[in-house]
């Protein structure tokens, strides 16, 4: 009987002792499972940020309205240049007091509409307008001599000056040339000389390098 009281106190002190350990947790989570720490900004960087960010955008704000600007400016340039309106010449058939209206006509339609044109399409531009009389020979034989290369422009200017060589009136044109070949500058000022070069060549049939030659001949210095 004692054997048994001592047993069962002994069993009851083991049972008792192994109810008061704390239970473990069956899964205990890493430290390393744990969020990061949030980086804390300071105030002066937001605002360096937010000033960094104002000055990109008026940049370009900037770059934007001045590209806008330059193609606004050109889209109403084209638009006025299109809606002006530029009288084509009247058909021209050879008389000789009809040339100078009929070489200025062209001269100014071709700078308003077909001043990017090619040159060869000018040029067909303004024979189309040469017609009847004795200026269709003419205007044959120029074609001919042109598909065959026997004779070039180098720009429009040089075939209208052309044009009023063959069709002026001789006398007038004779008496231009003669005074363009004396004009000198003299003691005048250049720019004296240049408009008084000018009024002298109006008329005279020189365009181009035959006019740019005799211009510089009468300068001082030119050669």
């Known amino acids: 009987m004692e054997y048994e009281s001592e047993a069962k106190s002994s069993t009851g002190s083991v049972l008792s002792a192994h109810q008061s350990q704390p239970t473990s947790p069956l899964c205990t989570p890493s430290s390393s499972s744990s969020p990061p720490p949030l980086y804390s900004m300071s105030q002066p960087d937001y605002v360096t940020i937010i000033r960094q960010l104002q000055e990109q955008v008026a940049t370009l704000t900037a770059q934007l309205g001045q590209q806008e600007g330059e193609g606004g400016g050109r889209r109403a340039a084209a638009a006025m240049e299109e809606a002006t309106e530029v009288a084509k010449p009247q058909i021209f058939d050879g008389t000789p007091s009809k040339v100078s209206g009929f070489v200025g006509a062209c001269r100014i339609y071709i700078r308003t509409r077909l001043k990017e044109a090619s040159v060869e399409a000018q040029i067909n531009w303004v024979l189309s307008y040469v017609q009847g009389g004795s200026a269709d020979i003419w205007k044959e034989n120029v074609l001919e ?31 231009k040339v003669a005074e363009l070949k004396k004009i000198e500058q003299g003691g005048r000022m ?25 211009f ?8």
């Open 190 to 214: 250049m720019e004296e000389f240049v408009q008084d070069f000018k009024r002298t060549a109006r008329g005279s049939g020189y365009e181009g390098q035959p006019l740019m030659e005799e």
């Open 216 to 223: 510089k001949r009468g300068m001082n210095g030119g050669s």
């Open 145 to 175: 001599e042109l598909e065959t290369g026997e004779i070039e422009f180098e720009n429009v200017g040089e075939f209208l000056a052309e044009i009023r060589r063959e069709f002026g009136e001789g006398d007038e044109e004779s008496v």
